[in-house]
Every structure is written in structure tokens, then in C-alpha cells.
Nanobody, 121 residues
Framework: QVQLVESGGGLVQPGGSLRLSCAAS????????MGWYRQAPGKQRELVAA???????NYADSVKGRFTTSRDNAKNTVYLQTNSLKPEDTAVYYC???????????????WGQGTQVTVSS
């Protein structure tokens, strides 16, 4: 099975930064895309940032200019650099990957278990 493991969350003051990592492990032929979602208590899960295998990215309007996502295909790892953090960024951040286990096989979706980001003074 393919596992996604997030790391890098924690408690940070407003204006601070965190770098989140998501490593995919297991038998993977290819990854079509990876991304980050977040969910705050009582709110829907929302897309924060996504990156394709060619490096193209997109971001939620709320994080544009502050967050940057990148990908290391050789390591099957995606990163989310979060800068100028605000209290409203507080949420559980989830990693998502769309992958294929074999050539011409179906694409499957995998989610990490999440990492807590808390922004508070």
C-alpha cells in the first residue's frame, strides 16, 4: 500500500513560518499530482496548494503570496513552506496524492493522517 506521512506541524506565533513535508512510500509507478488541504474545526476541508508532476502549482486565494509548495519527484515528497502565518491558518493540514502503482494502471488517491498547525500569540 502507499502511505503518505506528513511532518513539520506545530505551534507558531503570528508572522512565523513552518515547513511541512509529505513523503510517499510504497510501490509507486508514478504520481500524477500532490497537494495540501486543511480543515479547521467546524469547517469544510479546503484545498490550500497543489502541484503537478511538471511543477505547475495553484493556491487558495487566502494563502497566495505566503505559502509555496514544491515537489521532489525523486523522493516522492511534497513540501509546503508557510510564511507570514496568521491565526486563521490554524487547522489540520492533510497531504494528498494521486498515484499509479503500475504502468497503465488506475490512478488511486491517498491521504495522510494530517499534521496540526496552530498559529497563536
Amino acid at each position: 500500500q502507499v502511505q503518505l506521512v506528513e511532518s513539520g506541524g506545530g505551534l507558531v506565533q503570528p508572522g512565523g513560518s513552518l515547513r511541512l513535508s509529505c513523503a510517499a512510500s510504497g510501490s509507486i509507478f508514478s504520481i500524477n499530482g500532490m497537494g495540501w488541504y486543511r480543515q479547521a474545526p467546524g469547517k469544510q476541508r479546503e484545498l490550500v496548494a497543489a502541484i503537478s508532476n511538471n511543477g505547475s502549482t495553484n493556491y487558495a486565494d487566502s494563502v497566495k503570496g505566503r505559502f509555496t509548495t514544491s515537489r521532489d519527484n525523486a523522493k516522492n515528497t511534497v513540501y509546503l513552506q508557510t510564511n507570514s502565518l496568521k491565526p486563521e491558518d490554524t487547522a489540520v493540514y492533510y497531504c494528498h496524492g494521486r498515484f499509479r502503482r503500475r504502468e497503465n494502471g488506475p490512478y488511486l488517491n491517498s491521504w495522510g493522517q494530517g499534521t496540526q498547525v496552530t498559529v497563536s500569540s
